[in-house]
């Protein structure tokens, strides 16, 4: 299996901890960037050069949609959005699927999703395996 690579933007150090730990234990994957804002991601996109982006939405300092719409830009990578606004009816998930993210994912349990592995870890797994495999270099 080719090896990808994963950029992981969110503002909460747990999150980012726990989405890199489910990331690590897929086959070919490779964390290449972890950021706390899509500032930091934009900036670390070039040397990154993710396959996979796995983005929050409501961030400090450069919101998820705003690096979206940047990031579309600069990159064709696929682009996960992993968010806890990301729940039917919310209009930042149609937004986001217009600016060209390629899956929107619930966090089960709100911003910060402890049970984020224990809850979704499968079907995160599943959809950036799929995407990985698609984009990878």
């Known amino acids: 299996m080719p090896e990808f690579r994963v950029m992981i933007v969110d503002d909460s150090a747990m999150m980012r901890m726990i989405t890199s730990n ?3 234990k897929i086959p070919g994957a490779k964390v290449v960037a972890v950021c706390e804002n899509g500032m930091v991601a934009l900036q670390q996109l070039a040397t990154a050069a993710p396959d996979v ?3 929050d939405i409501e961030m400090p300092v ?3 949609l705003t690096f979206l719409r940047q990031c579309r830009l600069r990159t064709r990578a696929a682009i996960i959005i992993l968010s806890s606004v990301a729940n039917m009816g919310n209009p930042n998930v149609e937004t986001a699927k217009k600016l060209g993210a390629n ?7 709100g911003s910060t999703s402890y ?3 224990e809850k979704i870890g ?11 495999a698609a984009h990878a270099h």
């Not at 929107?104 to 349990?109: E, L, M, W």
């Open 115 to 117: 049970d984020l592995e």
């Open 122 to 132: 499968a079907a995160l797994t599943r959809v950036v395996k799929s995407f990985g």
């Open 53 to 55: 982006i796995l983005s």
């Open 62 to 64: 450069m919101d998820g």
């Open 22 to 24: 489910i990331v690590t």
């Open 103 to 109: 899956a929107v994912i619930a966090k089960p349990s």
